[in-house]
């Protein structure tokens, strides 16, 4: 295990195949050497629950926001709502928000206009963003250089990355972090295990995606686990031929800055 503490930056407590078993999974996480997790939000209830766990337990933390998918639901009293949330002192970060193309769930000029609320809401409470991208790269980019010509250097982080290293050049000139989730582990992710190479090391994220994306070795298991960020962590030491812990120092440096967490400390029994 590595001497190091971990910071999951995006995992989703608040959903049933996590949020059932959560005492199971702070353990597991705890005994893999997992600190401090973002408890990330999609729309209201997931942001209520998600300031409720973080109320709970000191390792955890909240976002606010709406995932792009579910824009269709969103309306402006909901999402007055959601900027009253946001001003709570457990809520860390907006989102997940952003854009997606594979689902086609909701139509890209809904989905412009909700994430562009985020990012104002943003800047309005000096807290990064996390940003959902599927299938997108061109329309993410043009959106992030408006939001970047509206406001300067952007605070956030590319959540789960498999972009380009092309997009990735160009959302960390914009100011932003990249995060890495268990697709690096992937046998088929070589080009992406070589963006990973070269994000600078103050701009690099870790990740789950919990209950999604299981890395290798538990690849296809369900669900997965905030734990598990390790083989994601080990991975990426891999990639540029560093530690297991000279990363878990690394990443979980730069996720405190960004969200402007201190780690708290965890008795063994998690009491």
């Known amino acids: 295990m590595p001497a190091s503490p971990l910071y999951d930056t995006h995992a989703h407590l608040a959903y049933p ?5 959560l005492d199971e999974v702070l353990q597991h996480a705890r005994e893999h050497d997992v600190h401090c997790l973002n408890c990330v939000a999609t729309e209201l209830a997931t942001t209520k629950a998600a300031i409720k766990l973080a ?9 606010a926001g709406w995932h792009p998918n579910d824009c269709l639901e969103l309306t402006d009293t909901l999402w007055d709502e959601i900027r009253q949330l946001a001003t709570a002192p457990q809520v860390v970060a907006l989102g997940e928000t952003g854009l997606d193309l594979y689902w086609k769930d909701c ?3 809904i989905q412009q206009h909700w994430f562009s609320k985020h990012w104002e809401l943003a800047r309005e409470l000096d807290k990064p ?3 959902h991208m599927r299938d997108c790269e061109p329309e993410m ?19 789960s990355y498999s972009g380009s290293a092309a997009t990735a050049n160009r959302c960390l000139e914009l100011g932003l972090h990249i995060s890495f989730a268990g697709m690096l582990t992937y046998k088929n992710a070589a080009d992406l295990r070589t963006v990973a190479e070269s994000i600078p090391a103050d701009r690099l994220l ?7 994306l299981a890395p290798v070795p538990h690849r296809g298991q369900k669900p997965n686990l905030p734990g598990w960020v390790r083989y994601t962590a080990q ?3 891999e990639c540029r031929s560093a530690s297991l812990e000279e990363i878990s120092l690394l990443t ?6 960004l969200f402007g967490v201190k780690l708290p400390q965890i008795a063994a029994t998690g009491e």
Do not use: W
Request: proline share 7%; glycine share 6%; with cysteine.
């Open 17 to 21: 195949q996590l949020a059932e078993q």
């Open 55 to 63: 109320t709970k337990y000191p390792q955890i933390q909240a976002t």
């Open 107 to 109: 139509p890209l000029e």
């Open 129 to 131: 963003v996390v940003i």
């Open 141 to 159: 980019l043009s959106a992030l250089e408006q939001e970047y010509s509206r406001g300067g250097p952007l605070k956030g982080v590319m959540h």
């Open 206 to 212: 870790v990740e789950t995606d919990a209950p999604f």
């Open 235 to 237: 991975c990426l030491a």
């Open 252 to 257: 979980t440096a730069n996720a405190c800055r």
